[in-house]
């Protein structure tokens, strides 16, 4: 005679949890949370701009002063984040730079021609310069592109130890626009 016995699922509580804190959840009480969102609209979310450790400072004093353990920092910053970026441009920042920010432009960007926008790149090349004598390393070369955005082709560029600058930029642009005839002749390079 066959038993009738519903079946038997998984004991839930027997399952593995992640150890710690779930996420999402927090774990300071509700004066300390009220006292975070106080600050973060009074200080934080004004046209001021105080800074985040401003916010940590103030909940701190005021939850001394209240005789509560003040929430760790972490918690504050954390409160911080999860706020909208949308509403914290617009609160904290003139609506011009807002908008800059958070809005984004419509229209599209289009280069129909050869060489009419040509842009500038740097990067360190992969190499290190070391000196004749005592092979010590000198440093890394910095190679600047001028790059026309249609053809993608490399019109100028300029190589220097030298930290990127407007000066290097200039150069490059030198190098682009001027005839490469007596650049080549120097090098023994022929090109025709």
């Known amino acids: ?21 779930p996420a999402g959840a927090r774990r300071i009480d509700a004066r300390s949370e009220h006292l975070i969102a106080e600050f973060i609209r009074d200080v934080y979310l004004t046209k ?8 940590v400072r103030q909940v701190g004093l005021r939850c001394s002063g209240e ?8 918690a504050i910053l954390s409160g911080l984040r999860a706020l909208d970026k949308r509403q914290v441009a617009k609160t904290r920042l003139q609506s011009s730079e807002a908008a800059s920010l ?17 842009q500038f790149d740097r990067r360190p090349v992969d190499d290190i310069v070391v000196d004749e004598a005592h092979r010590l390393p000198i440093g890394r070369y910095w190679l600047t592109l001028a790059i026309d955005v249609t053809t993608r082709v490399v019109v100028g560029f300029y190589v220097s130890l030298e930290a990127p600058s407007s000066t290097s930029v200039a150069l490059c642009l030198r190098q682009a626009v001027l005839p490469k005839e007596l650049w080549l002749k120097a090098r023994a390079l022929a090109c025709s």
């Open 48 to 55: 001021m701009r105080a800074k985040n450790e401003e916010v």
């Open 102 to 118: 958070v809005d984004s432009l419509r229209g599209t960007y289009r280069v129909d021609r050869a060489l009419e926008v040509v």
């Open 1 to 21: 005679m066959a038993c009738c016995l519903p079946r038997r699922t998984a004991d839930v509580s027997l399952l593995a949890r992640p150890p710690g804190t």
């Open 67 to 74: 005789r509560i353990a003040p929430p760790s920092r972490k």
